[in-house]
């Protein structure tokens, strides 16, 4: 049997990942259908919706098979138990792509990619891209020269093209320039998401959207000399078309990411800059919007309604209990009572602040008041910049065997009688895990006050298509 490189609580960590977050996380497309949520997927039989997920939980009705998050990788994406695990985690974010569930005898060629007609002119176009979002008429003409934005002749919706080395279509989506009714966006059929509407100048900075307009209108906002730069819009979160970018241009190696100011927007850059940091990019900024995103900012820039940035709670919780902890000087001999009465009383800003003090105490070398609290300042900022939002997505009652099982590992570290210099470092590394988790907790508990104290605002179905649902 393969080593498998994970301890027992990661693997529960994993398993208990929260399946519709991390999914919409990837640009799958779900639908809710009243608690739970159907998976939208297509193969070359057609388009199907027999899986449904709620939570970590998750059923497919038409191959008569379900089970918990690792599963679900296994057989949707066709991964092995360490790859699912380290995706689950967070600990590597690779390009997945659906296993395709094809019945033979049902099975067709893929439809080749072809782009809609073009319109004769691009009036419609225009006029909603310039009244109604703001966008600067040159920027709109630079593009439509270029042959990377037109107006198609059948519904006048604005295509949006991805061209690539070659200077061929491979991308393309649709965007209604309809201001009544139900807006429509979607992605062309058979489209390279390698590709995707963009612009290459001769710097090395490259900005990244997750959709055209966000694009068009950070370029509106900051037009002087813009053409000297690179961007490029996702159409989504997917970053196939950003790592494509970067090896056609080697040029470009400071990336600025300017997704939406809300949860998926945040999630949504810290996983694409982990997606970079594998791929060798470390120079990389985040760009925030001052309102949701940057069509509104341009909106309020001419005096529209704009909407806001949307507050990420979990995300502001973790930082500010982080933030909230205090330095005391440990006391080793009475480490292991502290750390039971409060977790017995579930007291967990408490028991992050004892444990984050032993974690400092077991670190150093020379036991001074001075050496510690330096350790513990410099361990705090280390919960809140390893803190990877899109991958805390847990349940509570995860959260809870998760800290408790991390209880036994350090009372059995703190309970050896004699420690050499490596079992000290082990022992405030599991003191720092157990700090790192009892911080998330606390933070959950609040995140979960505070959706309480809110009135629902929407309980009509919805549409979590990712690939689709920007700009």
């Known amino acids: 049997m393969a080593y498998v490189p994970f301890t027992q609580e990661e693997k529960i960590a994993a398993n208990s990942t929260d399946l519709v977050s991390f999914l919409q996380m990837r640009g799958e497309r779900l639908v809710r259908a009243g608690r739970e949520h159907k998976l939208i997927y297509k193969d070359a039989s057609g388009t199907h919706d027999s899986i449904m997920i709620r939570g970590n939980v998750w059923r497919d009705y038409k191959n008569h098979v379900g089970g918990g998050a690792i599963r679900f990788m296994e057989h949707f994406y066709g991964m092995d138990f360490v790859t699912a695990v380290r995706e689950l985690l967070g600990i590597s974010v690779s390009k997945c792509r659906p296993i395709l569930r094809v019945d033979e005898s049902k099975q067709t060629e893929k439809k080749p990619f072809e782009l809609p007609q073009r319109n004769t002119d691009m009036h419609r176009v225009f006029a909603y891209l310039i009244k109604q979002r703001f966008i600067d008429a040159d920027v709109i003409a630079h593009f439509a020269r270029a042959g990377a934005l ?10 949006f093209v991805g061209f690539d080395e070659n200077g061929e279509p491979k991308q393309g989506s649709l965007r209604s320039t309809s201001t009544y009714g139900k807006t429509f966006r979607i992605t062309i059929e058979s489209s390279d998401t390698s590709y995707s509407f963009s612009h290459f100048g001769e710097s090395n900075r490259l900005f990244v959207f997750e959709a055209p307009i966000d694009m068009l209108s950070f370029i509106t906002l900051h037009k002087k000399g813009w053409e000297k730069h690179s961007y490029i819009a996702m159409n989504g ?7 494509k970018a970067l090896e056609n241009h080697k040029r470009l190696n400071r990336i600025y990411l300017c997704t939406d100011n809300d949860e998926g927007g945040i999630d949504a850059a810290f996983r694409l800059k982990d997606i970079l940091n594998e791929h060798g990019c470390k120079d990389i900024y985040r760009v925030f919007p001052k309102n949701k995103d940057f069509n509104e900012d341009l909106k309020a820039k001419n005096g529209a309604y704009a909407l806001p940035a949307q507050r990420y709670e979990r995300f502001e919780n973790v930082m500010e209990k982080a933030d909230e902890l205090d330095f005391y000087r440990c006391v080793p001999e009475r480490l ?11 007291q967990y800003e408490y028991l992050a602040e004892y444990a984050l003090a032993g974690s400092a105490f077991f670190a150093v ?6 050496t510690e609290k330096d350790m513990f300042e410099k361990l705090r900022s280390k919960l809140k910049h390893d803190y990877k939002p899109y991958s805390d997505k847990l349940f509570r009652h995860t959260r809870i065997t998760q800290l408790n099982d ?6 059995r570290d703190l309970n050896l009688r004699a420690r050499t210099r490596e079992q000290e470092i082990k022992t405030a590394q599991r003191l720092f895990k157990l700090a790192e988790s009892a911080v998330r907790l606390s933070a959950d508990i609040k995140t979960s006050e505070q959706e309480k104290i809110r009135e629902p605002t929407d309980t009509q179905e919805d549409s979590c298509d990712m690939l689709s649902g920007y700009g």
């Open 365 to 370: 070398r020379q036991h001074t008041e001075h």
């Open 336 to 346: 292991v009572s502290r750390l039971q009465a409060t977790a017995k009383n579930e």
């Open 406 to 411: 991390l209880m036994k590992t350090v009372y």
């Open 150 to 159: 037109y107006e198609d002749a059948d519904h006048h919706n604005a295509v």
């Open 237 to 243: 979160v997917y970053e196939s078309a950003v790592l």
